[in-house]
């Protein structure tokens, strides 16, 4: 049995989303909601102590526009997808990050995990920002994302990684569920061990079938790792710099609640499109929209 539901996106266009009946093995999907606006303007609107694990993927301010790759739309995916990836310095950009940041802390549950994804041009600079915001007991691993994909220089080392920084609310009490991935050795071949801070994971290759076009694409193996890692079952995740919603679909499909924030309504359009594709019905729309799945509510957002 299927069901259709029709969706308006935040620029008022209407698609439709159809679902199997009775897909899930095991998992129910949790919750989910998608807004368009400012990270910042929504930030009082979530309530207190409500965010189990907060991941923000902002613009890694590379000083250049980020755009659809080449020929996405001979794919069938989104084509003219872009954001302004540009501050005037790199204080203006670490401020603007540290205000939205400090804006959503209260939001977070004591028990809460705070991720910022990051690279080598800010991450030190982001690093010493947490360490003041959240106090440097509360910091808990600076994880690679090392990817392998990309160009080289003759002039340097290939980079090849990114950085996460991880820290809790509470050092104390914060959740970690430790991830489990297949052990390389001999010894131990065909058995699991517990993950490291470098995580292998491939970057999106331009034939994955999980590709949306959105430009900097993160894949839904990395995020699956990490919302199953530090958010618990039940719990809510909340990306405010949502992009093409590999974090809102990653916690869906785990059964969290999550809430995806973007002020590009070309990335909600497409994040919500996913999520209406695999069937999780949820919303999109101006902050204080309400999403969920039946006979749920979704997760708690406030008027601003």
Not at 296 to 304: K, L, N, Q, T
């Given at each position: 049995?299927?069901?259709?539901?029709?969706?308006?996106?935040?620029?008022?266009?209407?698609?439709?989303?159809?679902?199997?009946?009775?897909?899930?093995?095991?998992?129910?999907?949790?919750?989910?909601?998608?807004?368009c606006?400012?990270?910042?303007?929504?930030?009082?609107?979530?309530?207190?102590?409500?965010?189990?694990?907060?991941?923000?993927?902002?613009?890694f301010?590379?000083?250049?526009?980020?755009?659809?790759?080449?020929?996405?739309?001979?794919?069938?995916?989104?084509?003219?997808?872009?954001?302004?990836?540009?501050?005037?310095?790199?204080?203006?950009?670490?401020?603007?990050?540290?205000?939205?940041?400090?804006?959503?802390?209260?939001?977070?549950?004591?028990?809460?995990?705070?991720?910022?994804?990051?690279?080598?041009?800010?991450?030190?600079?982001?690093?010493?920002?947490?360490?003041?915001?959240?106090?440097?007991?509360?910091?808990?691993?600076?994880?690679?994302?090392?990817?392998?994909?990309?160009?080289?220089?003759?002039?340097?080392?290939?980079?090849k990684?990114?950085?996460?920084?991880?820290?809790?609310?509470?050092?104390?009490?914060?959740?970690?569920?430790?991830?489990?991935?297949?052990?390389?050795?001999?010894?131990?071949?065909?058995?699991?061990?517990?993950?490291?801070?470098?995580l292998?994971?491939?970057?999106?290759?331009?034939?994955?079938?999980?590709?949306?076009?959105?430009?900097?694409?993160?894949?839904?193996?990395?995020?699956?790792?990490?919302?199953?890692?530090?958010?618990?079952?039940?719990?809510?995740?909340?990306?405010?710099?949502?992009?093409?919603?590999?974090?809102?679909?990653?916690?869906?499909?785990?059964?969290?609640?999550?809430?995806?924030?973007?002020?590009?309504?070309?990335?909600?359009?497409?994040?919500?499109?996913?999520?209406?594709?695999?069937?999780?019905?949820?919303?999109?729309?101006?902050?204080?929209?309400?999403?969920g799945?039946?006979g749920?509510?979704?997760?708690?957002?406030?008027?601003?």
């Open positions: 049995m299927t069901r259709s539901r029709e969706i308006r996106s935040c620029d008022g266009s209407l698609f439709v989303a159809s679902a199997s009946m009775g897909r899930s093995a095991g998992i129910r999907d949790g919750a989910w909601k998608v807004l606006a400012d990270w910042l303007a929504v930030a009082a609107g979530f309530a207190r102590g409500s965010i189990d694990f907060l991941y923000v993927d902002p613009p301010n590379t000083g250049k526009t980020q755009a659809s790759p080449a020929r996405a739309g001979a794919r069938g995916r989104a084509d003219d997808a872009a954001y302004a990836d540009a501050w005037a310095t790199m204080g203006d950009y670490i401020a603007w990050l540290r205000e939205r940041l400090d804006a959503t802390l209260p939001a977070m549950k004591r028990s809460g995990v705070v991720a910022v994804h990051c690279d080598f041009r800010a991450c030190h600079h982001i690093r010493l920002m947490l360490d003041e915001l959240q106090g440097e007991a509360n910091f808990v691993n600076h994880l690679i994302w090392s990817y392998g994909l990309g160009g080289s220089s003759p002039r340097r080392f290939a980079r990684h990114d950085d996460i920084l991880v820290y809790a609310i509470d050092a104390a009490r914060y959740h970690f569920e430790p991830p489990m991935v297949p052990a390389t050795s001999q010894r131990l071949r065909g058995e699991l061990k517990k993950a490291t801070d470098v292998d994971i491939p970057s999106l290759n331009n034939m994955a079938a999980e590709r949306t076009g959105y430009p900097t694409q993160k894949p839904l193996e990395l995020l699956t790792l990490l919302v199953g890692a530090f958010a618990p079952a039940g719990g809510t995740v909340l990306d405010p710099c949502c992009g093409s919603g590999s974090t809102i679909e990653a916690a869906v499909r785990l059964g969290r609640d999550a809430i995806g924030v973007d002020q590009n309504p070309r990335a909600v359009e497409i994040a919500t499109a996913r999520l209406a594709a695999r069937g999780a019905v949820g919303a999109c729309g101006a902050h204080g929209s309400v999403g799945r039946r749920r509510s979704g997760p708690r957002v406030r008027p601003a």
